[in-house]
């Protein structure tokens, strides 16, 4: 639980943290500022667990939208385009499409894992909006973390995916417009990069494993 000491001399607020009854510091470092916001490292050290993890999860799926975006953006154009010359190639390039879509829908599978993970928050309803002397600081900082990285390792590698999907599918239309015999060659290769979003949620999903908000009993 916080405690609060006041300083008068200089105008300022100091806010510590006071140790937990077990001896042990609750985490995070003391406050200089008021409202903990006097440096970068005072406002991350004392960001919010529940914070950390919402910001996770709205990167993992933000920048998914915008990898399958781009890279729908890049096969859209040169498919339409090479179309006018070649209309035989709108249907089977439209895979190329659904590949950089699948980005997409690699951070939403994520975003509804995580926020399974996040509880409601109203722990500290329950005692007049004062976590209770026993909480769990370091599972609760933990799990603040891991949700982070989790959505930061899917969106980062999602956004990668959907380019190079994306620069792959639009050079398959392309050359199928020249040479049919082409298609199946380049379409193993945007099968590769494909799959580099599935690595990373596989690896977002192993984050999380342990990654556990406490409860109030």
């Given at each position: 639980r916080k405690s609060l000491e006041s300083s008068s001399s200089s105008g300022r607020t100091t806010r510590t943290r006071s140790p937990s009854p077990h001896g042990e510091d609750s985490g995070g470092m003391s406050c200089v500022a008021q409202y903990c916001n006097?440096?970068?490292?005072?406002?991350?050290?004392?960001?919010?667990?529940?914070?950390?993890?919402?910001?996770?999860?709205?990167?993992?799926l933000g920048m998914s939208v915008v990898g399958a975006a781009w890279g729908i953006w890049l096969t859209g154009s040169s498919l339409v385009g090479a179309a006018i010359k070649a209309?035989?190639?709108?249907?089977?390039n439209l895979i190329s499409v659904i590949f950089c879509e699948a980005t997409a829908i690699y951070g939403v599978i994520l975003a509804i894992l995580l926020l399974s993970k996040i509880g409601d928050g109203g722990e500290?309803?329950?005692?007049?909006?004062?976590?209770?002397?026993?909480?769990?600081?370091?599972?609760?900082?933990?799990?603040?973390?891991?949700?982070?990285?989790?959505?930061?390792?899917?969106?980062?590698?999602?956004?990668?995916?959907?380019?190079?999907?994306?620069?792959?599918?639009?050079?398959?239309?392309?050359a199928d417009a020249q040479d049919s015999s082409l298609f199946v060659k380049i379409l193993i290769v945007e099968i590769f990069a494909s799959a580099l979003g599935i690595f990373g949620i596989i690896v977002g999903i192993i984050q999380t494993n342990d990654a556990e908000f406490p409860k109030t009993s």
């Open positions: 006097k440096s970068y490292d005072e406002v991350l050290t004392h960001l919010s667990p529940y914070g950390w993890g919402y910001f996770g999860i709205a990167v993992g209309p035989r190639i709108r249907s089977k500290a309803k329950k005692n007049d909006g004062v976590l209770p002397d026993d909480w769990k600081y370091n599972q609760f900082y933990f799990a603040g973390y891991a949700v982070f990285s989790a959505g930061m390792s899917v969106g980062l590698t999602n956004i990668a995916s959907g380019i190079s999907v994306g620069i792959a599918g639009s050079s398959c239309a392309l």
